[in-house]
């Protein structure tokens, strides 16, 4: 072998390795294969699946004791689909129990939230990996009554 398919050969034997030490099926290739298939290609890559990147542009609108949210689905999903979003709400910059979404829209409604509280939300989208990391936080929404005609 060509001292310099050396690393390109290790680095397929450490994936080969990962793969079966993760469950997958077991890949052979002859060496004879394997030069071919290097000869041919010139490189191979391997990506391994990974959790989703954050949400973008997270936004809420303010109602009676709750928050509609909005926000932006994630460029890269970690080479899984996107399966719900978490969201976590902060009050007066204490974080609260997050709310799993458990859908892939990317809008949801916050309910029992108390009127006159400083509210900012982050959103991490999950897959079949796990959640990735939060969004940046949304601006202030204060729920609040609608106020009646005088």
């Given amino acids: 072998m060509d001292a310099d398919r050396q690393p390109l050969m290790e680095s397929l034997d450490a994936a080969l390795e990962a793969l079966r030490r993760a469950g997958k099926p077991e890949v052979r290739l002859l060496a004879d294969e394997l030069d071919d298939i290097v000869r041919r290609v010139g490189a191979i890559v391997w990506q391994p699946k990974d959790v989703p990147d954050a949400p973008t542009g997270v936004a809420g609108?303010?109602?009676?004791?709750?928050?509609?949210?909005?926000?932006?689905?994630p460029v890269f999903d970690g080479g899984e689909p996107i399966t719900g979003y978490r969201i976590t709400p902060y009050v007066n910059a204490a974080v609260q129990k997050p709310v799993e979404t458990r859908s892939?829209?990317?809008?949801?409604?916050?309910?029992?939230l108390t009127n006159g509280g400083a509210y900012t939300f982050t959103v991490a989208a999950g897959n079949g990996i796990g959640f990735g990391?939060?969004?940046?936080?949304?601006?202030?929404?204060?729920?609040?009554?609608?106020?009646?005609p005088t």
Avoid: E, Y
């Fill in 61 to 73: 609108t303010a109602a009676d004791g709750a928050v509609s949210l909005r926000w932006t689905a």
């Fill in 104 to 112: 892939t829209a990317t809008a949801f409604t916050v309910t029992a």
């Fill in 133 to 148: 990391a939060d969004s940046a936080p949304s601006a202030v929404v204060v729920p609040a009554k609608p106020h009646s």
